[in-house]
């Protein structure tokens, strides 16, 4: 079985920055890919970054929204996702959750979720 935990959410002024972990801890074979998702009161979750391991290069995705603004990096030996968020609007408030497609053998994977974290953003 596989735990994300999420931390870093909290209140942050407008402009202000937040920086986001969740490690991955469990039966850990490889990380295939890690991101984060957002959700706002009375919206679908949508998929706010993504990083795939592609061997010594990590491959990174970002909903248009952020991009500029925020950052997703791993730290492999941590099995550990950040998101830096930088220059936050109140529209970037909401639920964040970790998301990883995670192998525990050779020849299985699956996705999990982490618990979520909230972010509010102060105009």
């Known amino acids: 079985q596989v735990q994300l935990v999420e931390s870093g959410g909290g209140l942050v002024q407008a402009g202000g920055s937040l920086r986001l972990s969740c490690a991955a801890s469990?039966?850990?074979?490889?990380?295939?890919?890690m991101g984060w998702y957002r959700q706002a009161p009375g919206k679908e979750r949508e998929l706010v970054a993504g990083?795939?391991?592609?061997?010594?290069?990590?491959?990174?995705n970002y909903a248009d929204s952020v991009k500029g603004r925020f950052a997703i990096s791993t730290d492999k030996a941590k099995n550990t996702v950040y998101l830096q968020m930088n220059s936050l609007k109140p529209e970037d408030a909401g639920v964040y959750y970790c998301?990883?497609?995670?192998?525990?053998?050779?020849?299985?994977?699956?996705?999990?979720w982490g618990q979520g974290t909230q972010v509010t953003v102060s105009s």
């Open positions: 998301n990883a497609d995670i192998s525990s053998t050779w020849n299985s994977r699956q996705n999990y």
């Open positions: 469990g039966s850990i074979f490889s990380i295939n890919t």
């Open positions: 990083i795939t391991s592609g061997g010594r290069t990590n491959y990174a």
